[in-house]
């Protein structure tokens, strides 16, 4: 029922707005039922299926309208039915009906219906002026279909349409006139061969213009790129790109095109908000099936933390029922004229669910490359937290009524948080929003989210405020936060394995794509013991890595060995190894007459180090193998890879200050 404070005008207008369809479901429209009848000046809305082409409105019923669709009327037709008793005021009446054949007229828009929007946000905006409503309809409304939703936004209030037209198509020559296809070769390394590359492979991804003559894709279009081209709409020549900066966490990256001719008629997009629920968005791009660009409609599901497939993060993501296919990947989800996402990925046996990545991840991607002139990532606690949502549970941990949090059960050691906080506090707040027991906090509306998308959002170094509970006393405390280097990579994209050889013996990191090149079910397949690590290890000093012999080269100085791949190394000539650098360099300095390699599960290698140094090179040799270890290792350790990432920027940029104030 709408308020009887609204008046007849406002009820009318209210109504015209419900009577648009959603022009993808083709699904029957629930009328507002007999109540609606006795409603003076309310317009009733009865089985409007837009597989009709026609309808015909008859103001009557103690002044309603009430709208019939009929396959038989040649036109939109009107029967005053206002003689009857308790009519609409003359002036009222005819405004209606104007309204009525204005929004209805035509009935089409390139063979679809009126685009559809959400009752709710249109309901807010109904008392509002004309550039109150088109603004509404624009954003929630797909570019490709709202023409003659403006056009009916100007008819509610009587003014004309043309600059309502105008902007619409505008919105849809703005975004082809920024879209573009990406085109990428590239070649992955060789994870068990770790001085060969896999044969090179061709993708292609859409991408997007922003400010600055720079272009938004997906990281996993441009990974392990070794040439990259776009081409804008409507141009048959492709343009060579190039990479500027990549994120693989967000999945985002940012390219650059040095030729001027390519920047001719390239309109540019700006970034909007995060959508509400059930409103439309149009993604555009170059999904596989075709070579032309292509646009999709769908609405917006849901809003909340996802896993990114791609580079592992678990991140805010909007969940959109749009068909994203492969060739999607990087372009932009839009409203109106403005990006509200990057299509990036979608739900695997199952149908039209796609996923976008909202503007807060995009902004703080930009900012990263903007203000330290690379990707830093998205922060973390580096905590482990468990739900309080059991009364037992709180009881123990001294909880009064009505405080509510998550208790700590595990702590990333090297972090700034492990400084202050303990394992079994209670973590009531961050930045003084209250976690609720299941780790939720107040997003918007009646939606809820993950506390960890508060800490997600915050730049690299800044300080979050913690407010815990400890043995039933409150405490507050600021911690310095910055992204959490994992002691086993979820990704290496972009840069070659590391690996160094001796005696046959291959030894590298364990990574999670090592892990990977077991098959699809690597999971199951892979070593069980490197698994395990893999999951649940965490690293207790900067530079850690888990090095492993991943394979033996046979040969008969190494005879014997042949089934002690895949262990972790753990020691050489019992010294506890750091990382693979740190082995080498043991190995290469090793004074002794024999050289002994401890492994995990207490068996060991031993080998005469005169004789193993000798057979190094006719191994390599034997194998085709250029060197004995990858280029990294080839240098000295910098001391500033002990560092986060995020401290090695920070102390690149105060380099910078210091140059710029000398």
């Avoid at 509610?156 to 085109?183: P, R, Y």
């Avoid at 609720?436 to 690299?460: C, P, Q, Y």
């Avoid at 190995?587 to 492994?599: S, T």
Wanted: hydrophobic content about 40%; charged content about 20%; glycine content about 8%.
């Amino acid at each position: 029922m709408l308020p009887p404070s609204m008046s007849r005008w406002s009820r009318s207008k209210e109504a015209v707005l419900r009577a648009c369809f959603d022009f993808r479901s083709l699904s029957t429209c629930q009328g507002f039922g007999q109540a609606g009848r006795r409603n003076c000046g309310r317009l009733l809305v009865n089985d409007c299926n837009p597989s009709y082409q026609h309808c015909s409105v008859n103001m009557c019923n103690e002044g309603a309208c009430s709208l019939n669709s009929l396959r038989s009327k040649s036109s939109c037709t009107l029967v005053d039915c206002s003689k009857y008793h308790n009519p609409v005021a003359a002036g009222e009446s005819q405004t209606c009906k104007d309204a009525v054949l204005t929004a209805f007229q035509g009935g089409r828009v390139k063979g679809k219906m009126l685009c559809g929007f959400s009752y709710s946000a249109l309901y807010r905006e109904s008392h509002r002026d004309i550039s109150a409503i088109t603004g509404i309809l624009r954003r929630l409304t797909s570019p490709w279909y709202c023409a003659h939703s403006l056009s009916t936004a100007s008819a509610l209030t009587g003014k004309d349409s043309t600059d309502s037209f105008k902007t619409s198509f505008a919105a849809i020559e703005l975004a082809l006139n920024s879209v573009v296809k990406v085109f990428t070769v590239a070649s992955s390394p060789n994870y068990f061969l770790p001085w060969q590359n896999k044969p090179q492979r061709e993708v292609t991804g859409s991408g997007f213009v922003i400010r600055g003559q720079r272009i938004i894709t997906n990281a996993h279009i441009v990974a392990d790129q070794t040439f990259v081209k776009v081409r804008k709409h409507g141009c048959p020549e492709k343009f060579k790109a190039k990479v500027e900066a990549v994120g693989h966490e967000c999945d985002l990256a940012l390219l650059s095109v040095g030729d001027d001719e390519f920047w001719d008629g390239i309109c540019h997009l700006e970034l909007g908000d995060i959508p509400h629920l059930q409103e439309s968005v149009a993604v555009v791009g170059y999904p596989q099936g075709g070579d032309n660009i292509s646009v999709t409609g769908g609405v917006v599901s849901r809003v909340e933390p996802t896993q990114y497939v791609h580079g592992g993060a678990h991140l805010m993501a909007i969940q959109i029922d749009a068909a994203i296919n492969p060739g999607n990947s990087g372009g932009p989800a839009l409203m109106g004229d403005r990006v509200v996402g990057v299509a990036f990925q979608n739900l695997a046996n199952a149908e039209n669910i796609g996923y976008i990545i909202p503007v807060p991840i995009i902004s703080h991607f930009l900012a990263d490359v903007e203000e330290k002139g690379m990707y830093i990532g998205f922060c973390s606690l580096g905590l482990t937290c468990q739900a309080t949502e059991n009364s037992h549970l709180r009881d123990h941990l001294k909880m009064p009524l009505g405080l509510t949090g998550v208790l700590v059960v595990k702590l990333h050691p090297l972090t700034d948080t492990c400084q202050w906080i303990k394992k079994h506090d209670v973590l009531l707040a961050f930045d003084g929003i209250t976690i609720a027991n299941d780790g939720t906090v107040h997003f918007r509306n009646r939606e809820r989210i993950l506390f960890d998308h508060l800490v997600s959002m915050k730049k690299s170094g800044e300080t979050g405020l913690l407010r815990i509970l400890r043995d039933g006393q409150q405490l507050e405390f600021l911690v310095k936060l910055g992204p959490i280097r994992r002691l086993v990579p979820i990704h290496q994209f972009d840069n070659l394995p590391s690996y160094f050889i001796f005696v046959g013996l291959v030894f590298t990191p364990l990574t999670f794509p090592y892990l990977h090149e077991y098959g699809e079910d690597w999971y199951n397949t892979s070593p069980r013991q490197l698994c395990e690590k893999a999951f649940h290890t965490i690293p207790t000093r900067f530079g850690e890595q888990i090095v492993i012999l991943s394979q033996i080269l046979v040969d008969d100085v190494n005879a014997g060995y042949e089934r002690f791949a895949d262990q972790q190394v753990t020691k050489v000539n019992g010294v506890e190894i750091l990382n693979l650098q740190h082995l080498k360099q043991l190995v290469e300095g090793c004074k002794e007459k024999r050289i002994c390699f401890d492994l995990d599960d207490k068996r060991m290698i031993v080998f005469d180090f005169e004789t193993a140094r000798d057979a190094s090179l006719r191994i390599l040799n034997r194998h085709r193998i250029p060197s004995a270890m990858s280029k990294d290792l080839m240098e000295e350790m910098d001391p500033e890879d002990l560092l986060q990432d995020w401290e090695k920027a920070d102390n690149v940029l105060e380099q910078r200050n210091a140059s710029a104030g000398g």
